[in-house]
């Protein structure tokens, strides 16, 4: 595990309360849940104790499967493609979004995420009042409340 997060410092410049990543080269290096993900920061890397956020990108056709963010808030910035997130218990309820458009998620709201395109990726920015990214999301299934 300590090799991840070293690898998670290495494109981390300055220092002395200012950090830096470029992620210039347009890769995605790691993957979740069906989502690829640029370097962002987070606790692993820049030690920040309440805040991550990182660039997201579904690839076409991808879904981000059914999950809870436990115990913190995400904000999302679509750069990028078409999104539905279908959400609340069941996942019975959907939105759209796309380009231009900001989405806020409440802690503890089951939702699921899919590119709605067959050819595009979704890139979204995203922010997470949680330093730990992925450590407190569950899985959801869909099926458990009707």
């Known amino acids: 595990m300590s090799e991840i997060f070293s690898d998670l410092k ?9 950090f830096v990543i470029r992620n210039r080269d347009g890769s995605n290096p790691r993957k979740w849940n069906g989502i690829q993900y640029k370097v962002g920061m987070s606790a692993k890397n820049v030690g920040s104790k309440k805040l991550s956020m990182n660039v997201a990108t579904i690839p076409p056709g991808g879904v981000a499967y059914a999950h809870i963010h436990v115990d913190f808030e995400v904000m999302l910035y679509i750069l990028q493609g078409r999104v539905r997130h279908e ?17 806020y998620i409440e ?40």
Do not use: C, Q
């Open 87 to 103: 959400y609340g218990p069941g996942l019975k309820k959907s939105i759209e979004n796309g380009s231009g458009d900001f989405i």
């Open 10 to 18: 290495k494109p981390v410049e300055g220092g002395d309360g200012i």
């Open 107 to 146: 802690p503890g709201v089951p939702h699921e995420v899919f590119n709605m395109s067959k050819t595009e990726p979704v890139v979204a920015v995203v922010a997470r009042s949680d330093a730990d990214e992925w450590e407190h999301i569950i899985p959801y299934d869909r099926k458990s409340e009707k």
